[in-house]
């Protein structure tokens, strides 16, 4: 590792060559020098982790260089094949504006009509649409007054209609834009006046519309045949929380909690009714749940470089290149590989692990000085012995269609949370982080299955379910 054009690595083995060929130290100036150099290594291998050796977002890297493109022969612009998403005119327009052609610019001779060139400008119209409703009174010749009833929800003198509950929510936790924005938004582009109070209102409103789907969503999940399950931290008044997710290519679901492992696992109850495969991170409460598990190999090709960089360890370059080899093998073959092909790259995975084992050994048990439990292990020893004792997990992608090379399905839909996070902070309480995550599982479920947020939205207000929901 070098750091301001030193080679650390270089640096410190130097200072341990020197203190062993000291003989004049005393055993305590000897052993506090050889903690200084542990608490420097440790320190600068911290200093070494970014996005590509550990679980650090991009974002985190120091100093992150941008990527040059290959250069290649295609020209700039859409390619062959491709489809694009230029404007298409549309055969009934809202408006028609007729040019007449100044005749007195023409030339002297007789003139007929033969028909029009058309083009067409697509613009938008941002207004407020009032509707009064004006319930007719009719009174008998003893004084009854009988009034006409109102349509449905109409139960105020003035109220918001279902588009600007609609717009809000889709303007608060989708796009993820504070309340203030809202309402500046309603205000200055509609003349709508919308506060803050009336935006948490409508999301409030459509968290209790959810809890239906809430249900259901739960149900679906735990029936699948394959969940990705992950947890990132959250900030609810302050104070570190947890934000759960269990989700597949068809269903998402998130659940806030205050407890990262099997106590809010089982309190969430979707993975003690799942009996299928459970795709994760190898966080050990999930071993509890599920039928059998696969391990997220992006997850191992981040330490697998880590043991490289920092650690100088062979087999782990060697095993980054076997996966991506074994990923792509698997690719080709459609999804999944035969006995036999699958038989090769196992033999090979178990070959490299056993050269793993010579230059990467265990603790010597003869060392241990009376402590008990099990002796501490490097992080490249740890990574060693989950790809050896968990190699079915780790390998699980290559033999079932159903599972894929990494757990990225999770991490993507949990992307948006971070998301939130960064722009507002943290949630105030924990009713808005629990609106927030019923909403986003319904929208994230419903983009999944085709629908857009505003039409699912819209439909919630209307008091109507989607299609894939009255389907099952």
């Known amino acids: 590792m070098t750091i ?13 060559t020197l203190l062993a060929q000291e003989k004049d130290l005393s055993p305590a100036v000897k052993s506090s020098l050889e903690v200084l150099l542990l608490l420097v290594t440790l320190l600068a291998n911290r200093f070494g982790l970014n996005s590509k050796n550990s679980s650090k977002p991009p974002s985190a890297d120091p100093n992150r260089e941008k990527q040059s493109r290959a250069k290649s022969n295609r020209k700039p612009g859409g390619q062959p094949g491709r489809r694009g998403t230029t404007l298409q005119p549309v055969a009934d327009p809202d408006e028609i504006e007729v040019l007449q052609l100044d005749r007195s610019t023409l030339p002297a001779g007789n003139y007929r009509e033969i028909g029009y060139e ?35 929800g109409v139960t105020r003198a003035v109220q918001y209609g279902i588009g600007v509950k609609v717009n809000a929510v889709y303007m608060s936790q989708f796009q993820l834009l504070p309340y203030n924005r809202i309402g500046d938004h309603f205000w200055e582009q509609i003349q709508i006046p919308v506060s803050v109070g009336s935006i948490y209102n409508f999301n409030q409103d459509a968290y209790d519309r959810l809890e239906a789907f809430d249900r259901w969503i739960r149900a679906q999940l735990s029936a699948s045949r394959l969940i990705h399950a992950d947890e990132t931290g959250i900030n609810i008044e302050g104070k570190r929380q947890w934000l759960h997710s269990a989700s597949n290519a068809e269903f998402t679901f998130f659940h806030p909690h205050a407890k990262r492992g099997g106590e809010a696992l089982d309190e969430i109850g979707i993975l003690p009714a799942f009996s299928g495969i459970l795709c994760h991170d190898h966080w050990k409460p999930y071993y509890k749940y599920g039928a059998c598990h696969a391990l997220c190999n992006a997850h191992h090709l981040r330490e697998l470089e880590r043991a490289w960089e920092q650690d100088k360890q062979q087999w782990a370059q060697q095993m980054t290149i076997l996966l991506k080899e074994i990923n792509k093998a698997t690719v080709d073959a459609g999804g999944h590989l035969d006995d036999f092909a699958a038989g090769i790259y196992r033999k090979r995975y178990r070959a490299l692990l056993d050269v793993a084992e010579k230059e990467c050994p265990a603790p010597d048990e003869s060392q241990r000085k009376g402590r008990r439990g099990r002796l501490a292990r490097s992080k490249a020893r740890n990574l060693l012995e989950r790809l050896r004792d968990f190699e ?25 949370t971070k998301v939130q996070q960064k722009i507002s902070g943290c949630f105030r309480s924990w009713e808005g982080a629990k609106m927030f995550c019923r909403i986003r599982s319904y929208l994230s479920t419903c983009r999944k299955q085709g629908l857009s947020a505003s039409a699912a939205l819209r439909l919630l207000f209307e008091g109507k379910s989607p299609r894939f929901m009255e389907s099952d």
């Open 4 to 16: 301001n054009n030193i080679d650390v690595d270089a640096t410190i083995e130097q200072v341990k």
């Open 392 to 416: 079915n997990d780790v390998l699980r992608f290559m033999v079932e269609d159903e599972v894929p090379f990494s757990n990225n399905q999770a991490e993507n839909d949990l992307r948006m």
């Open 118 to 152: 058309s083009r067409q400008v697509v613009d938008l119209d941002i207004s407020r649409i009032v509707t009064e409703y004006r319930a007719q009174i009719l009174e008998d010749e003893r004084g009854n007054r009988h009034v006409a009833p109102f349509p449905e």
